[in-house]
């Protein structure tokens, strides 16, 4: 784990304990001062686990597991739930399928809604209660966009217009 020090400018390795397991294709989000680590690859496997880092303790906790394996998906908060929204399961298998955390219970639900079809390492930005998702790999790149807004039966997708370029892997953010 590298941390940035915004008030001396420079990266540091000695500070943050290390994770648990090492991985990549992994997502992780800030939820209630603390970042959760979750899913990923570890080169032989897609992950299932989930880590807690809590900063005030410097130190990561085993959590829940996600219900299923997942790799290069979108993890983000909205609705004051953390979402985990498509990827990979296997190295050949896309996934539409949505959960979310239930952080009283401690423990992963299917969300009642899927992706309008599978996707993996697409990208996201989330604005209020409205989750925007960009690209992503279905079979191949793709150029579609949309967001899923709350509606009266829960949350429902909307296309939007197509990006430029097809594109995976990429950045979004939103700008006020």
């Given at each position: 784990?590298?941390?940035?020090?915004?008030?001396?400018?420079?990266?540091d390795t000695s500070y943050v304990?290390?994770?648990?397991?090492?991985?990549?294709?992994?997502?992780?989000?800030?939820?209630?001062?603390?970042?959760?680590?979750?899913?990923?690859?570890?080169?032989?496997?897609?992950?299932?686990?989930?880590?807690?880092?809590?900063?005030?303790?410097?130190?990561?906790?085993?959590?829940?597991?996600?219900?299923?394996?997942?790799?290069?998906?979108?993890g983000a908060v909205f609705n004051?739930?953390?979402?985990?929204i498509g990827g990979k399961k296997?190295?050949?298998?896309?996934?539409?399928?949505?959960?979310?955390?239930?952080?009283?219970?401690?423990?992963?639900?299917?969300?009642?809604?899927?992706?309008?079809?599978?996707?993996?390492?697409?990208?996201?930005?989330?604005?209020?209660?409205?989750?925007?998702?960009?690209?992503?790999?279905?079979?191949?790149?793709?150029?579609?966009?949309?967001?899923?807004?709350?509606?009266?039966?829960?949350?429902?997708?909307?296309?939007?217009?197509?990006?430029?370029?097809?594109?995976?892997?990429?950045?979004?953010?939103?700008?006020?």
């Amino acid at each position: 784990v590298e941390r940035y020090d915004l008030s001396i400018g420079i990266w540091d390795t000695s500070y943050v304990h290390p994770f648990k397991y090492p991985r990549f294709n992994a997502t992780s989000v800030v939820f209630d001062g603390q970042i959760y680590l979750m899913g990923g690859q570890n080169g032989e496997s897609i992950l299932r686990e989930v880590e807690i880092y809590d900063p005030a303790q410097n130190e990561w906790t085993d959590a829940q597991k996600l219900r299923r394996d997942r790799a290069a998906f979108a993890g983000a908060v909205f609705n004051n739930r953390i979402y985990a929204i498509g990827g990979k399961k296997d190295y050949n298998t896309l996934i539409d399928e949505i959960e979310w955390y239930d952080h009283p219970a401690d423990d992963w639900l299917d969300a009642v809604f899927d992706l309008p079809y599978p996707r993996a390492a697409h990208f996201y930005s989330v604005s209020g209660d409205t989750f925007y998702m960009f690209g992503g790999f279905y079979y191949d790149p793709t150029r579609t966009a949309y967001k899923a807004i709350k509606g009266p039966n829960g949350y429902e997708w909307e296309q939007l217009s197509d990006l430029y370029y097809s594109r995976a892997y990429g950045a979004a953010t939103v700008s006020r």
